[in-house]
Nanobody, 117 residues
């Protein structure tokens, strides 16, 4: 059974940084591309960044390009999102899963990121 566990969110001031972690289980993590998503109330979930199974980033949303860095450690079976220079518009619930079109039906609880002064 697939489990996706996100952590690392919190309250941060504009310009601050956070590092999110995703620790999945129930599938061979090292064999799959993975993505970070985020969602705010009343809006559709959007892809923030995607990374290849070998660790090469595939894409970043335009809104986070140059500020966020996606990475993974296949030995630790974990994925990360380093978020720098955070903006109020980055406030959202952040999730990890496989990329769009291949995402698992089960989603984790997400980790809340709030950017506010």
């Amino acid at each position: 059974q697939v489990h996706l566990v996100e952590s690392g969110g919190g309250l941060v001031q504009p310009g601050g940084s956070l590092r999110l972690s995703c620790v999945p289980s129930g599938f061979n993590f090292e064999f799959y591309d993975m993505s970070w998503y985020r969602q705010t109330p009343g809006k559709a979930r959007e892809v923030v960044a995607t990374i290849r199974l070998n660790g090469d980033p595939i894409m970043y949303a335009d809104s986070v390009e140059g500020r966020f860095i996606i990475s993974r450690d296949n030995d630790k079976k974990a994925m990360y999102l380093q978020m720098n220079n955070l903006e109020p518009n980055d406030t959202a619930l952040y999730y990890c899963n496989r990329p769009v079109g291949r995402a698992f039906g089960a989603w984790g609880q997400g980790t809340q990121v709030t950017v506010s002064s």
